[in-house]
């Protein structure tokens, strides 16, 4: 039985209820999936970090869009990573409407201490299921772990923007092995740089930084969600 299947049977056969509404059955019963964002839009920080290239997301970091990413990375649902591919698929492709040629889908890399407490990485996973969408839509991507955090990082978790900003500071870097393997695999690739939620976009930022510091060309962030703009409006 394919994962994804064997997953959605085994949260059925548990007794899984809706992330969205509640109702028993499954993780995403087919009115909420049905009511997921079909598209992305500009989703800028307020205020955005300097230099941070345009960022989409499927929607508010709110409802059911927070019950998927919280319930794939805290609860470990694993079926959710296919809806979660599904929303982060329609973010990278309104970010690359414009863009021709071959992408590198790079995932903003989780703490080694978080993948193996979780046994999981879900960014890197939810990333993987975007390309599989995107290809079989006819986009040419692939999913590629290239960034490493280096030691010393904090749990963002309640960090205000200034403090994200500090503790991500030279927080990741791209070795030269995955950057070679990138080259042999996609010479000439151009970058989209995804993750779960664009908060104060210092995360993204840092991770833009640390490509293009190699000599890549970052041409969009792509989340599944962002989180609400407080006070003036921002950039659009």
């Given at each position: 039985m394919?994962?994804?299947?064997?997953?959605?049977?085994?949260?059925?056969?548990?007794?899984?209820?809706?992330?969205?509404?509640?109702?028993?059955?499954?993780?995403?019963?087919?009115?909420?999936?049905?009511?997921?964002?079909?598209?992305?839009?500009?989703?800028?920080?307020?205020?955005?970090?300097?230099?941070?290239?345009?960022?989409?997301?499927?929607?508010?970091?709110?409802?059911?869009?927070?019950?998927?990413v919280v319930g794939l990375k805290e609860r470990r649902l694993l079926a959710l990573r296919r809806p979660l591919g599904r929303l982060l698929a329609g973010s990278v492709a309104t970010a690359l409407a414009s863009v021709d040629g071959p992408v590198a889908l790079v995932p903003v890399?989780?703490?080694?201490?978080?993948?193996?407490?979780?046994?999981?990485?879900?960014?890197?996973?939810?990333?993987?299921?975007?390309?599989?969408?995107?290809?079989?839509?006819?986009?040419d991507v692939t999913a590629v772990?290239?960034?490493r955090t280096r030691p010393g990082l904090r749990d963002q978790a309640g960090l205000s923007a200034t403090g994200r900003a500090a503790n991500l500071a030279g927080s990741m870097t791209c070795p030269a092995t995955a950057l070679a393997r990138l080259g042999r695999r996609l010479p000439r690739a151009r970058?989209?740089?995804?993750?779960?939620?664009?908060?104060?976009g210092a995360t993204a930022r840092e991770a833009q930084r640390a490509l293009e510091s190699v000599g890549l060309e970052v041409v969009a962030i792509a989340a599944v969600a962002a989180t609400q703009r407080r006070g003036p409006a921002g950039r659009r």
């Open positions: 394919p994962t994804t299947l064997r997953d959605a049977w085994a949260d059925l056969v548990l007794g899984a209820t809706c992330v969205g509404c509640g109702v028993a059955g499954r993780l995403l019963c087919r009115s909420c999936e049905a009511e997921l964002p079909r598209g992305a839009r500009l989703a800028w920080p307020s205020p955005p970090p300097a230099g941070l290239v345009a960022p989409f997301a499927a929607g508010p970091y709110d409802g059911t869009l927070k019950e998927l890399p989780s703490r080694p201490s978080s993948v193996r407490q979780r046994a999981l990485d879900s960014t890197y996973d939810v990333t993987v299921a975007a390309a599989r969408t995107l290809r079989a839509c006819g986009h772990r290239l960034l970058v989209v740089v995804c993750d779960d939620v664009v908060t104060t």
